[in-house]
């Protein structure tokens, strides 16, 4: 029945470079797909944008990202910018931002449980029971789990066997055979809900810089709010493009085996 299915808040992470109309609509279609399953109210979702240390190549200002994300999201009753991530000295680790946001919302639930009351007058109140939080990600992101030294295993145990991950296929990807191909994710497949987007929509982030950079236009890929925003920071040029062009990823560079600190430390 409608009135026992499970709160849940999805969390994007990513370095939203700048955020797309695909990026938006992967919350669209994860939250059509977990109602589906008869099992959970989405209440939430989450756009968390990575730092600036991240070390990607022309990654441009993270308050540049997170305030281009807040005007793409202003028609969103449901989905938000969070700037946690985004303004730690160094890059976090996934597990880390999911365990961050776990801890807000079990706080936030325990000190004001209407919060998350649905607004669907169709549904019950979910406010009995406790929130939970998945990692929504498109195919790509699979396949970071095979990239030797980008993930510690017990961050794989704690983001998918622990939390869970939503994934939205795009393009040509397969999904499914990253997951097969992966003794981690094989281990925990109960808990990898794997969303097929039939509507092809290809646009990427990388696409869209190029476009920008060449002078071409990027309209209905990208809001006007967010192309505005872009023309008048002149963001987006080949000197930005150029940013980080030696670095090497900060998952990549970081010691593999140093611990982890708890949030509280």
């Known amino acids: 029945m409608a009135s026992h299915r499970i709160p849940l808040v999805l969390l994007a992470c990513g370095s939203f470079n700048p955020i797309t109309n695909q990026h938006m609509r992967l919350f669209e279609l994860a939250r059509d797909h977990m109602h589906r399953t008869g099992q959970y109210q989405v209440v939430s979702g989450i756009v968390s944008p990575v730092s600036d240390n991240y070390g ?30 985004s303004q730690q000295p160094d890059w976090t680790e996934t ?27 169709n549904i019950a109140s979910l406010s009995d029971v406790p929130p939970q939080l998945k990692l929504l990600c498109g195919a790509d992101f699979l396949d970071t789990f095979k990239i030797p030294g980008m993930w510690r295993d017990d961050h794989v145990e704690e983001v998918v066997g622990r939390f869970g991950l939503i994934c939205v296929s795009r393009g040509a990807l397969q999904p499914e ?30 696409e869209v810089r190029r476009a920008l950079r060449r002078g071409m236009s990027v309209k209905y890929l990208i809001p006007d709010s967010v192309i505005e925003y872009i023309h008048q920071h002149h963001l987006y040029t080949e000197d930005s493009e150029r940013r980080n062009a030696d670095a090497v990823l900060r998952p990549l560079a970081k010691q593999a085996r140093r611990p982890v600190r708890s949030l509280g430390d």
């Open 56 to 85: 990607k190549q022309g990654l441009v200002l993270a308050k540049h990202r997170t305030a281009m994300a807040k005007l793409a999201l202003q028609s969103s009753n449901w989905v938000t910018v969070d700037e946690w991530e």
């Open 95 to 121: 597990a880390v931002t999911m365990r961050y946001h776990h801890e807000q919302i079990l706080k936030r639930y325990e000190q004001s449980k209407p919060t998350f009351t649905s607004s669907d007058k």
């Open 177 to 206: 055979r990253a997951v097969h191909e992966s003794d981690a994710l094989t281990r925990h497949s109960g808990n990898i809900h794997l969303v097929r987007e039939w509507v092809r929509n290809e646009t990427s982030a990388t």
